[in-house]
Each structure stands twice: as C-alpha cells, then as structure tokens.
C-alpha cells in the first residue's frame, strides 16, 4: 500500500510472464511502446522500458534484447509507379507550367498582358 496525500493506493504488482508477454508482442508489433502501454492497460509507457531492463537482467530475455528498429521511410522501389498519364495529359501539365512560370514572371514586373 502507498498513502499520497491522505489517500491509499494498492500497488499493482505484474508477474514476470505477464511482463515477457507485453515486451514480446512489443518486440514483434508494429506498435509502439505508448500503444503498447496503453494496450495492455499499464499506467506509463515507462513500465515497458524498465521490464524490457529487468527481464534481461533476470536472464529471461537474451542480452541486447531490443524492438527491431524500423527501415527509415519507404524504399525507391515502393516510389516508383509506372506514369499512367497520356499524351494528352502530360502535354496539358507541360502547358500549365509554363503559364505558371509566365504569369509568376509577369505579376513581379507589374505587367501582365491578356492579349
């Protein structure tokens, strides 16, 4: 029991399985440490980090234990798409630039001509 300000708290104790199911579903989800938190009702996503600390030290997960860290952004190839546009379409898309750049051109002159 804690007493906080004229109030009493039951500390809420977590056995070493329960601690290794949350740190192994974090180690292999996509989620994280906060979702995971949150998933498994703890207060803090602090617990996490602290079990992942202290289940090493117990020998229950292997030194160097950690979540895979993720690849940064996608990858060229997940980029790159095949230009479904036509002719037609590229051409007006040309076209457009083209008036933006003469228009952006005209309008720092003070002159823009209709004709």
């Known amino acids: 029991m804690i007493e906080v300000g004229g109030s009493v708290f039951m ?6 399985e329960f601690k290794l199911t949350v740190i192994k579903d974090y180690y292999s989800s996509p989620l994280g440490v906060r ?3 949150l998933k498994y009702g703890l207060p803090s996503k602090n617990y996490i980090n602290k079990w ?3 289940l090493i030290a117990k020998g229950l ?3 160097g234990s950690t ?7 996608r990858s060229p190839e997940s980029i790159m798409r095949k230009d479904t546009r036509t002719e037609r379409e590229k051409q007006l898309e040309e ?3 083209v008036l933006i750049v003469s228009v952006r051109g005209n ?5 823009i001509s209709f004709y």
């Open 107 to 111: 309008m720092s002159t003070g002159f």
């Open 52 to 54: 992942e600390k202290e």
């Open 11 to 16: 500390a809420k104790r977590y056995s070493d």
């Open 95 to 97: 076209e457009n630039r």
């Open 35 to 37: 979702a995971i938190a």
């Open 67 to 73: 979540k895979p860290i993720k690849s940064a952004g």
């Open 61 to 63: 997960l292997p030194q």
